[in-house]
């Protein structure tokens, strides 16, 4: 563990620690409930709730609910739910932003009471136009010299319903020449008549983000207020908004990069639209990269902090690959899921010679890789389910696999030879003929000869039925996530439906998030969402096969 060297944040915490200008660490992941987490804010809730923890300090988790119009409380539950299930823990209490919207409305006062903030009847396009560009200074409002006695009274006004939407805002009063135009007098109030689900119609004023987020931070002592990188601008306000306040020992911002996955669709425009056209089931569609949908497609938060450890934290904009998010479940998974055996393109396989009726049991092992995982008794019978594609009637060279006079192992078994096959009256195979040697059961020692494949199986008399679902980037990776027109490139094999695959017993008793490796395919989840009672349903979460090197 020493030998992992800090990230820049850790290593500005250790400098404010050691200069005292904190004692303690308060971090926290504040979240606007208007749509669900996804794999970036995943790595923000990971980073604050482990700078806390790594610290002894505090992590807060803090709906941003001053902006009204676009909250919904169907989000809020997934917002709760995702990050339980991140294992943040944020100590049983949810803070709310607008809980402080009299403390708002009071450092308001305090501001217009310092000369330090003004009410201006300019129109958004006016001030817009008045604020200046990159090259040019912006002009002073015509109602920057407002008495204090005028804008506590406007103010007050305001606050009281007495104008219309839109025809004044309160501004900060800093520097209209400032080279950064966040500082160009901002806007940090405005009159807007909406319901707020947490303080109703008792506000029709509303405060903007900018001065609203660092007095949400300084009233809960938050001492590092982490966030991404479009807002390193607005740290110079963030600072001027807590000075001016006078807050004791007040908080301070830090921007890391946001994390981007190449060819991954975050962006809530195209997955409103997905779920919208009905092409996904719902934000937590496994092909979708919202938190709620990596947990049901089987990843595992371990496998996600894995993964944010790999990717790193800094201020260098960069976009990991999600290959590298498949090979931390495979790591995780490894040692952590039993190996079973899964048909999931189903033909039958006869064995001529074995006694019908007969069942007898294999002890296989859970895990070839980790012995502490025990044996299983699997059930072998005269009739089994193999793979469509284990068999050929015309194999090509190298093809080491069933076919007409040729011999395999069935795994964990017996040595079985292809005798004979039956077509339908379309051509299509629909039963193989065997006979097994019984000199070559598993376990036996049998060295008397070799052969050069092994295929999986399950027993037919007890298998249990199950529908598999196979995923694909639900962008078009070759052609990449847009289109010309700026439209989704939709992968239109995203998704598989099996319907029909055929699973050792043992998977019948397979709950809900249940994670399992089927030998060859790769490692798969019981659905949560579609799997009923007599229904069950897996999703692949990853195949065995890598393209990502550590
Ligand atoms: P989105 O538009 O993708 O929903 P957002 O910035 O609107 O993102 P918020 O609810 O405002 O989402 O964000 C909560 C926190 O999550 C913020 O601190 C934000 O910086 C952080 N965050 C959002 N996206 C990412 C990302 N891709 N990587 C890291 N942190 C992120
Ligand atoms: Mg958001
Ligand atoms: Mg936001």
């Known amino acids: 563990e020493a030998t992992v060297s800090k990230n820049f944040i850790e290593q500005e915490i250790d400098k404010d620690l050691a200069e005292g200008r904190y004692t303690e660490v308060v971090t926290r992941f504040p979240p606007e409930p208007n749509g669900y987490l996804h794999i970036g804010h995943a790595k923000s809730i990971l980073l604050n709730y482990g700078l806390a923890k790594e610290y002894g300090g505090t992590f807060h988790f803090r709906f941003d609910d001053t902006n009204p119009t676009k909250e919904k409380t169907e989000y809020v539950q997934s917002i709760i739910d995702d990050i339980k299930w991140l294992g943040a823990d ?236 498949e090979y931390c479940i495979r790591e995780d998974l490894r040692l952590k899921a039993n190996r079973m055996m899964a048909v999931l393109d189903p033909i039958k396989l006869i064995i001529d010679n074995y006694p019908e009726g007969q069942v007898e049991y294999f002890d296989i092992d859970n895990n070839q890789e980790d012995e502490s995982a025990g044996k299983r008794q699997v059930a072998f019978s005269r009739e089994l389910y193999i793979e469509r594609e284990d068999f050929m009637e015309e194999p090509p060279k190298k093809y080491f696999r069933l076919f007409p006079g040729n011999e395999v192992r069935l795994k964990g078994a017996y040595f079985v030879k292809c005798v004979d096959y039956k077509k339908d009256e379309n051509g299509v195979v629909t039963e193989i003929h065997c006979t097994y040697d019984p000199e070559t059961r598993s376990g036996s020692g049998f060295e008397g000869r070799k052969v050069k494949g092994t295929i999986h199986w399950v027993s037919a008399e007890s298998a249990v039925d199950a529908e598999v679902r196979l995923y694909e980037n639900i962008v078009d990776e070759e052609k990449g996530k847009l289109n010309e027109d700026g439209t989704l490139n939709y992968n239109p094999n995203s998704l598989t439906v099996l319907k029909n695959c055929k699973l050792e017993a043992a998977l019948g008793e397979a709950v809900k998030g249940d994670k399992f490796q089927f030998l060859r395919h790769g490692y798969f989840c019981v659905d949560e969402k579609d799997t009923t009672e007599d229904h069950l349903v897996f999703n692949r979460i990853v195949s065995l096969k890598s393209s990502y090197k550590p």
């Open 90 to 325: 944020y100590g049983d209490k949810i803070y709310f932003a607008s809980n402080y919207f009299d403390a708002m409305y009071e450092a308001a006062i305090k501001l217009i009471k310092k000369g330090k903030a003004y009410v201006c009847d300019l129109s958004a396009d006016e001030i817009r136009e008045y604020r200046g560009t990159l090259k040019e200074p912006g002009k002073n409002s015509p109602y920057r010299d407002r008495s204090v006695e005028e804008n506590l009274k406007l103010f007050e006004g305001m606050k009281n319903g007495e104008y219309p939407d839109g025809s004044k805002v309160l501004r900060a009063k800093i520097d209209m020449a400032s080279p950064n135009i966040n500082m160009r007098d901002p806007v940090i109030y405005r009159i807007a008549r909406m319901t707020h689900h947490n303080t109703g119609d008792k506000w029709c004023i509303y405060p903007m983000y900018d001065f609203a987020h660092p007095i949400e931070d300084a009233e809960e002592g938050i001492t590092h207020s982490i966030c991404t990188l479009e807002f390193e601008d607005h740290r110079p306000l963030y600072d001027w908004v807590v000075r001016e306040l006078e807050y004791k020992n007040p908080p301070r911002q830090i921007e890391f990069s946001k994390l981007y996955l190449t060819n991954v669709v975050t962006g809530k425009r195209y997955i409103k639209k997905l779920v919208e056209d009905g092409i996904v089931d719902g934000w937590d569609d496994p092909r979708l990269v919202s938190i709620a949908a990596l947990r049901r497609r089987g990843f595992t938060r371990e496998s996600i902090k894995m993964f944010m450890e790999l990717v790193g934290v800094s201020k260098s904009q960069s976009s990991a690959d999600y290959a590298m998010l």
